[in-house]
């Protein structure tokens, strides 16, 4: 099977699980169940950032959706024969990305055959992500995704839309989305620091109120990402 056909298959699976088919506690082993990837990558910048996020926002999806989630995060490289098996790729971290011309044209590669990735900047990535994002599409443009997208209630009501967790340089929250025709290929959360509020509540003291709020937004952005 081709790669942009297998890529294909498992999001149609996924997509399945997620619409018709409850989880059963159970039921299914961890290699049934729908995982977040999250994507290592070179350049100093700590990609290993906020450990306990991914899998509290896997255990939340589990309870407040229909997606059969798993308890753990996977973690790939873009240039790991198992990229193809992840049909959503996170990333995240404080300092510098950096992807060879192979790397980029893989993920340009996994992006257009059904791929998605997002990118949650955990202060300190901004620049270095715009800059191999450039490598990876060089003539698409971030756009901003108003708060009447379908993101922002698509599953949970957000009309408010990006919520901001912390406060870093006091800028506003933004979802910026890049895209391949109508699909949504990348969200960018900018200035929100979505993964601070999906770790463990002790970490950093957020309100129960903002940590909720953030999951909420990333269950919202799993289930867009699967069904759009």
């Known amino acids: 099977m081709s790669a942009v056909r297998a890529a294909g298959a498992l999001r149609g699976a996924v997509l399945a699980a997620a619409v018709l088919v409850p989880a059963a506690p159970g039921q299914a082993g961890e290699t049934d169940l729908f995982t977040i990837a999250r994507l290592q990558y070179d350049g100093g910048g700590d990609w290993y950032s906020d450990p306990s996020s991914l899998p509290n926002l896997l255990a939340f999806l589990a309870r407040h959706t229909r ?3 798993a308890s753990s995060e996977a973690r790939v490289r873009l240039l790991d024969r198992e990229l193809f098996a992840h049909p959503y790729l996170y990333m995240t971290g404080h300092g510098n990305v950096s992807w060879t011309a192979e790397e980029a044209a893989r993920l340009r590669r996994y992006l257009e055959a059904g791929g998605f990735l997002h990118a949650d900047d955990n202060y300190g990535m901004d620049e270095s992500f715009r800059r191999e994002m450039r490598k990876v599409f060089p003539t698409r443009e971030f756009v901003e995704l108003p708060a009447g997208h379908d993101l922002f209630r ?6 408010g839309g990006l919520p901001k967790v912390h406060e870093h340089d006091g800028r506003r929250p933004q979802a910026l989305g890049l895209f391949g025709g109508e699909r949504l290929l990348v969200l960018y959360t900018y200035e929100s620091d979505l993964g601070d509020g999906w770790e463990d509540a002790h970490v950093h ?7 909720q709020m953030a999951l909420r937004m990333g269950a919202n952005i799993v289930l867009y990402a699967l069904t759009r």
């Not at 698509?154 to 009309?159: A, G, I, T, V």
């Open 67 to 69: 997606l059969p989630a």
């Open 205 to 211: 003291g957020d309100p129960e109120e903002v940590r």
């Open 154 to 159: 698509c599953h949970f009501d957000l009309s």
